[in-house]
């Protein structure tokens, strides 16, 4: 991704991307880790997808860990040593415009004058990918329908989106199903509101009660994490 001088951010200069030797005093909880992964994602992102060498190498680290967090098998059951709250990780983790996260939640989609079922598989506050027996061709637009929780809203929210990449075999390396991922291409204030709480309440309950014999306890150990 390009950036010109008059529009886009400036992609984060190298001694911001520098991370902090885990060898320090002060112990780190699991949101220090995935709010270290979401600058660096997002400056990934900014870098054109390749990040200077020591930054994408710790990037490729952390993601294996959030990667696992995220997993099926991350969210089973636990003693909940640590309990993290949306207030704890608004603070710590405050880069979560491309954080994507699990979703599994059945969904609605418009697609010209026809409704379809799909399953939203996972989602950030700039997409989500949907799972569908109709997996439509890229640059197709389309409305998804997010359920509201807010009483002072419609039930149902409306986001426009437009499909970035789609496939009817799914991807196999990121055990993704057949379908399409959308990139939303219109928000408003609630919505983006909206989603925001999708992703930190999905952050909320994969986070809580970290097991240090079932995740990574070498990583988690280097890292001085606190559970």
């Known amino acids: 991704m390009s950036h010109s001088a008059n529009g886009g951010s400036s992609p984060p200069s190298l001694q911001s991307l520098a991370t902090p030797s885990s060898g320090g005093k002060r112990m780190k909880t699991v949101l220090d880790l995935i709010g270290e992964f979401a600058v660096l994602h997002d400056a990934k992102v900014m870098w054109g997808g390749r990040l200077p060498d020591e930054a994408e ?12 967090l995220m997993s099926k098998s991350g969210v089973g059951p636990r003693p909940v040593s640590r309990q993290f709250s949306a207030k704890d990780i608004e603070a710590k983790v405050t880069s ?26 996972n989602v950030s506050r700039g997409g989500l990918y949907l799972s569908s027996p109709l997996v439509l061709p890229v640059n197709s637009t ?61 952050l909320v309950r994969h986070l809580s009660g970290v097991d240090a014999n079932s995740l990574a306890p070498e990583f988690l150990l280097k890292e001085r994490v606190e559970l």
């Open 57 to 68: 190498r710790r990037w490729e680290e952390l993601k294996d860990f959030y990667d696992l």
């Open 96 to 121: 979560r415009e491309r954080l994507r996260v699990p979703l599994e939640m059945d969904m609605i989609f418009r697609a010209g004058e026809e409704f379809h079922a799909a399953k939203g598989v």
């Open 142 to 202: 389309v409305t998804v329908y997010l359920a509201s929780t807010d009483v002072t809203h419609e039930a149902l929210l409306e986001a426009p989106g437009e499909v970035v990449w789609a496939s009817e075999e799914g991807r196999d390396h990121d055990s993704l199903p057949p379908g399409m991922g959308i990139s939303f291409t219109t928000q408003d204030g609630v919505l983006e509101r909206h989603l925001d709480a999708m992703v930190i309440d999905s």
